[in-house]
């Protein structure tokens, strides 16, 4: 089934350590955005790109980084993990004209 | 800022209809969705509304009025499977998406 894959689903890490969450879609869409979301927040963004090899700053950009060498792949990187980056985070493409996302299953990540 | 106003949380019976508004204050607008999200789930599409008015969709209807800066979700015949929450998000002038954060909606027997 088309889509997106994100990995892993659930992962503990202790603070410090870093981690890479991975995306991957095969819709060949264009843009593609890393969303975090917490209880009785909206959701937000961390980072997203336009296309392959660009990328832009969301909302929360700090302590994140990613890349975008190709259309289909986007890796969200931790480099040294906290406490207050646990939370769920969802990997979204869009590509039609209305701009509609699609999601990845999501990725919950609990820091210790 | 740019805000996104929509109720933390509604309750309504099985076959009944309900109504879930969403107001807005966004630095320019270029459309307004509803997605839907059932707990533990990636949230998924429902509408799309960029010009004032209604759009139906089997049961649900999405309405939207720009000089208001408010939309509602309308969910007719409801089901237990609507059980979910509901995501309003803006588009801004900059093309990038304001959320809301969610109206959970609990159905009932």
């Known amino acids: 089934t088309a889509g997106i894959t994100q990995a892993p689903t659930s992962q503990i890490l202790a603070a410090g350590r870093s981690m890479t969450l991975r995306c991957t879609q095969d819709?060949?869409?264009?843009?593609m955005y890393w969303y975090r979301q917490d209880l009785g927040l909206g959701l937000r963004l961390i980072h997203y790109?336009?296309?392959?090899?660009?990328?832009g700053k969301g909302e929360v950009p700090d302590g994140y980084s990613v890349s975008r060498a190709n259309t289909d792949d986007f890796p969200l990187t931790l480099a040294s993990a906290v406490p207050s980056q646990t939370s769920v985070y969802f990997c979204?493409?869009?590509?039609?004209?209305?701009?509609?996302?699609?999601f990845g299953e999501g990725s919950r990540l609990t820091v210790l | 800022g740019q805000n996104i106003d929509q109720p933390t949380e509604m309750t309504a019976t099985e076959g009944a209809i309900v109504q879930i508004n969403c107001t807005y204050q966004?630095?320019?607008?270029?459309?307004l969705f509803w997605y839907q999200q059932h707990a533990g789930e990636a949230p998924t599409f429902l509408s799309y509304?960029?010009l004032d008015g209604l759009e139906e969709k089997g049961r649900f209807s999405s309405f939207l009025s720009r000089s208001k800066g408010y939309s509602y979700l309308l969910l007719k015949e409801l089901q237990m499977k609507d059980s979910a929450s509901y995501l309003c998000?803006?588009?801004?002038?900059?093309?990038?998406?304001?959320w809301g954060a969610g109206t959970k909606l609990i159905i009932k027997p």
């Open positions: 979204a493409s869009s590509g039609t004209s209305s701009g509609e996302l699609f």
């Open positions: 819709m060949r869409h264009n843009a």
């Open positions: 790109s336009n296309t392959a090899g660009t990328t």
């Open positions: 966004t630095s320019g607008f270029n459309g």
């Open positions: 509304n960029v």
């Open positions: 998000a803006v588009r801004d002038r900059n093309y990038q998406l304001i």
